[in-house]
């Protein structure tokens, strides 16, 4: 066994395979008809024309998929038969929070405007620098799940 990675993987030494990036991010959400409508028109989403079967429970759930072209950002909403159709809530296992970058600083004041314009709620652009300097724009969508657009300086 060598302590050496190959260079097509994760930091020398790691011995860890490579990840290629973020793929997507699904959640389960109270109404998959809604919540879609709802992020494509807020962040401007295209739904994928299919509706995909869960892997191990194909009759009893399935996802939609909502892709940024321009970011390959993918995202899954999703129906499981028997869901408890409440919000989400951080405090509980599961997801907390799912945050989107933004390139430039000033992105976020554009968003801050967008949503405004929208009618959805948020709590303003916040410029932070404990424990390292970022700014972040927060606000919920439909079923309750913080969603954040984020922006680190370089």
Same mark, same amino acid.
């Given at each position: 066994?060598?302590? %050496?990675?190959?260079?097509?993987?994760?930091? $020398?030494? @790691?011995?860890?395979?490579?990840?290629?990036?973020?793929?997507? +991010? @699904?959640? %389960?959400? /109270?109404?998959? &008809?809604? $919540?879609?409508?709802?992020?494509?028109?807020?962040?401007?989403?295209?739904? #994928?024309?299919? @509706?995909?079967?869960?892997?191990? &429970?194909?009759? $009893? =759930?399935?996802?939609?998929?909502?892709?940024?072209?321009? $970011?390959?950002? #993918?995202?899954?909403?999703?129906?499981? !038969?028997?869901? !408890?159709?409440?919000?989400?809530? !951080?405090?509980?296992?599961?997801?907390?929070?799912?945050?989107?970058?933004?390139? &430039?600083?000033?992105?976020?004041?554009?968003?801050? !405007?967008?949503?405004?314009?929208?009618? #959805?709620?948020?709590?303003?652009?916040?410029?932070?620098?404990?424990?390292?300097?970022? @700014?972040?724009?927060? +606000?919920?969508?439909?079923? /309750? #799940?913080?969603?954040?657009?984020?922006?680190?300086? =370089?």
């Amino acid at each position: 066994m060598t302590d %050496t990675a190959p260079a097509d993987t994760a930091p $020398s030494g @790691s011995g860890r395979p490579a990840l290629g990036g973020f793929h997507h +991010f @699904s959640a %389960t959400v /109270n109404d998959v &008809e809604d $919540s879609a409508a709802w992020y494509e028109r807020v962040l401007g989403l295209q739904r #994928i024309p299919a @509706s995909f079967p869960h892997a191990d &429970e194909a009759r $009893s =759930g399935y996802g939609v998929v909502l892709l940024d072209a321009q $970011s390959g950002v #993918i995202l899954g909403l999703h129906h499981h !038969e028997g869901h !408890e159709r409440a919000p989400a809530d !951080e405090r509980r296992t599961g997801l907390d929070h799912i945050a989107f970058a933004v390139p &430039e600083r000033a992105d976020l004041d554009r968003w801050a !405007e967008w949503l405004d314009g929208l009618g #959805i709620a948020h709590r303003g652009v916040a410029d932070e620098t404990d424990p390292m300097p970022y @700014s972040v724009l927060v +606000f919920r969508d439909p079923d /309750n #799940i913080q969603l954040e657009l984020a922006h680190m300086p =370089g």
